[in-house]
DNA sequence: CTTGTGTCCTGTAGGC
DNA sequence: TGCCTACAGGACACAA
């Protein structure tokens, strides 16, 4: 769930909290959230350094360590990231990086599908292999409808399966695509090489909108509630959603009279109005 | 290369 | 009440 405007919002929140401090000590509670290098090594190596900074690629988390190394986090489905006071352990806690001060980084993740890296910039493992193919960043300059549209022509898969594609957009999940498709009036279903090019200046000029509203609201909390800032507070999105999560309701464009209703693309749900998006 | 499918993992929702 | 199954989702391995 965590998606670009997620990721980035955690970014934003623990950069006051982690920079300039040093992580005292490790603690690995389940070897394989860690992806890069193996669980010892990694407790190892991470000890000690100093975290400068933050950065994000996609929906990969970058905390920049002294050195130019970096401490790379990928929350996939339910992971976060807290920072606790010493005698706090949350349940499902992954990983623990002690912090001078006495605070503590604990990754968070029921699931377990998360993982952390640690990486030098000079050599990134075949484990972060995706990280270096993943494509233009929808909220930068370069996402361009020129660019978009280089990635889908002659695609036959649909427009959806390929907004998920990371190497297409980087940073989109299923929530956001499902209102980028819905604000550009597009349905999921299209082939993604058969879309106009006005189709897809308003499927770019879409995904750009609705990342940056999602920024602009901290992100999407669902009612699982799984989902917050890194002080505890819920994010605003959810409560602008147009489609996802509104499945036989109202469509939200006014004067449109659709039902939004649900289809499987893949192995993934797709929500979208049949009145307004074709 | 492209596309679709299965897998990982576990809490939760739904059915009976 | 309680068990069982299906489902959710991001990334990747794999097959066709």
Redesign the pocket.
Known sequence: ???LPEVETIRRGLTPLLVGRRISGVVVR?N?VVGFPDAADFARQVAGHRFTGTSRR???LMLELEGGRQLIV?L???GHLEVVTGSVRPR?ERVRFGLSGGKALSFVE????GRVYFVNWTAYP??????R?MGEEPVRAGFTTDYLAAKLR?????VK??L?D?RVC??????Y?DEALHRAGIRPTR???RLSRAEVGRLARALRGVLNDGIKWCGTTM??GRYVLPDGTRGGFQERLRV?GREGQRCWRPGCEGVIR?V?I????ARYCPACQE
């Open positions: 769930m965590p998606e389940r394989d996609g929906k990969y990928h996939r489905l339910s499902y029921p699931r377990a599908l075949p484990a972060l292999a995706g990280m193919e002659g695609r036959k898969a649909s399966s390929l998920l990371q980087c940073g989109v999940g299923n929530i695509s082939r993604a090489g009612e699982d996802f649900r499987q893949g192995n993934r749900g």
